[in-house]
């Protein structure tokens, strides 16, 4: 079974950076990809950004330029390094694993990120 665990949420300036990170344990399976969503309060989870196993990314127009998306398959672990937050980037920041080609998804249980001054 597929777990995925997050960290390095927290409370930041607006103009400041923090590293998400999520870490996979169980079968990592190919092809797949693996990446981050975010959820406001009283709005619907969306994209942020997402990595594919053969370094393909996507990412959301609201954060391009901000934060980079990465991956160490060997630790089956992503990263989201996101700089010059902003306070609408304030979420619960969620990742997600799109496993094998079946497609099964997984996700995190979230961190909470503010952008507060």
């Known amino acids: 079974q597929v777990q995925l665990v997050e960290s390095g949420g927290g409370l930041v300036q607006p103009g400041g950076s923090l590293r998400l990170s999520c870490a996979a344990s169980?079968?990592?399976?190919?092809?797949?990809?693996m990446g981050w969503y975010r959820q406001a309060p009283e709005k619907q989870r969306e994209l942020v950004a997402l990595?594919?196993?053969?370094?393909?990314?996507n990412y959301s127009d609201s954060v391009k330029g901000r934060f980079t998306i990465s991956r160490d398959n060997a630790k089956k672990t992503v990263y989201l390094q996101m700089n010059s937050l902003k306070p609408e980037d304030t979420a619960v920041y969620y990742c997600?694993?799109?496993?094998?080609?079946?497609?099964?998804?997984?996700w995190g249980q979230g961190t909470q990120v503010t952008v507060s001054s």
């Open positions: 997600k694993l799109v496993n094998g080609i079946y497609r099964y998804d997984y």
């Open positions: 169980g079968s990592i399976l190919s092809p797949n990809t």
């Open positions: 990595m594919t196993n053969t370094d393909s990314t």
